[in-house]
C-alpha cells in the first residue's frame, strides 16, 4: 500500500464545476504539499500547509491531521486548471524528503 | 523569484552511452534533488544533496550517480543508459532548514534510450 495515495487518479468535469481531489496518508508528517504539473512538465508548489486551511484564489486546500487526510478545491473551475494535481508529504523526521502521491489529472471542459 | 533550470528539455542517447544531466539553481538553496517521472508512479527520488559534496541515496539510486562539486549546481549521471531509464527527470531545489522545505522545480528532461 502507498504511504500516500490520492483521488481520482482521473477527473474530467465541466467549466464551472466545484473540483475536489483528495490525498490520504499513512505516516507521520510535518507538512503536506499540493503541487501542480501543466503538460510540458513543469512543476508549481501550490500548497503547503500542516494544518487548518489556505486559500490562495479559487484553490483551497484544507488538511485533516486527525484523520490524515486533505482535499484540493478548485471553485469555478476553468481549461487552464486542466493539470495534474500532486499530493506529497513531508516526513515527521525529515526536512527534505518528501513521499509523493501518484497525481490526479484533470480536464476541465469548456 | 527562484530559478532551477535544467540543461536539455529533450535528449536522445543509445543503450550504452554515458548521460550526464545538468541542474543549476540561482538562489543559494542548500537541499538539491534529482527524480523521474513515470506514467502511474508519480514522482520517484533518485539522489539528494543537503550540501557541496554530499549526497544521500533516495528510492531508487541504482544505475545512476551524482556530483555537486558547487552549491548551484547537482548533476545526474547515467554511467551506461539503458532503456529502462527512458523517462522523464526532474530537478528541484529548497532552500534547506526547519519548515523551509517547499522545493522549486526545473522544466525537466525527456530522456529517450533507444
Known amino acids: 500500500k502507498n504511504e500516500v495515495e490520492q483521488s481520482p487518479q482521473n477527473l474530467t468535469a465541466q467549466e464551472g464545476e466545484f473540483i475536489t481531489i483528495n490525498c490520504s496518508y499513512s505516516?507521520?508528517?510535518?507538512?503536506l504539499h499540493w503541487l501542480q504539473q501543466h503538460p510540458g512538465g513543469g512543476i508549481v508548489s501550490l500548497f503547503m500547509?500542516?494544518?487548518?486551511?489556505k486559500k490562495h484564489g479559487r484553490l483551497i486546500a484544507t488538511i485533516n491531521i486527525q484523520e490524515k487526510h486533505s482535499s484540493l478545491h478548485i471553485t469555478a473551475s476553468h481549461p487552464r486548471d486542466s493539470a495534474v494535481y500532486i499530493c506529497?508529504?513531508?516526513?515527521?523526521?525529515?526536512?527534505?524528503?518528501?513521499?509523493w502521491g501518484a497525481g490526479t489529472k484533470l480536464i476541465i471542459k469548456p | 523569484d527562484v530559478k532551477v533550470t535544467q540543461s536539455s528539455r529533450y535528449l536522445v542517447k543509445r543503450t550504452g552511452e554515458k548521460v550526464f544531466l545538468e541542474c543549476v539553481q540561482d538562489?543559494?538553496?542548500?537541499?538539491m534533488f534529482w527524480y523521474r517521472q513515470d506514467p502511474g508512479l508519480g514522482l520517484r527520488l533518485i539522489y539528494f544533496?543537503?550540501?557541496?559534496?554530499?549526497?544521500e541515496k533516495g528510492d531508487i539510486p541504482e544505475g545512476y550517480s551524482v556530483s555537486r562539486e558547487k552549491k548551484e549546481r547537482f548533476s545526474l549521471i547515467l554511467e551506461s543508459a539503458s532503456t529502462n531509464q527512458t523517462s522523464m527527470y526532474l530537478c528541484?531545489?529548497?532552500?534547506?532548514?526547519?519548515?523551509?522545505?517547499?522545493?522549486?522545480f526545473g522544466p525537466g528532461t525527456r530522456l529517450t534510450v533507444l
Open positions: 528541484a531545489s529548497s532552500p534547506g532548514g526547519v519548515n523551509t522545505d517547499t522545493q522549486y
Open positions: 538562489m543559494d538553496h542548500e537541499n
Open positions: 544533496s543537503y550540501d557541496v559534496k554530499m549526497k
Open positions: 505516516v507521520g508528517i510535518s507538512a
Open positions: 500547509l500542516s494544518s487548518g486551511k
Open positions: 506529497a508529504v513531508t516526513l515527521m523526521d525529515s526536512n527534505y524528503q518528501l513521499i
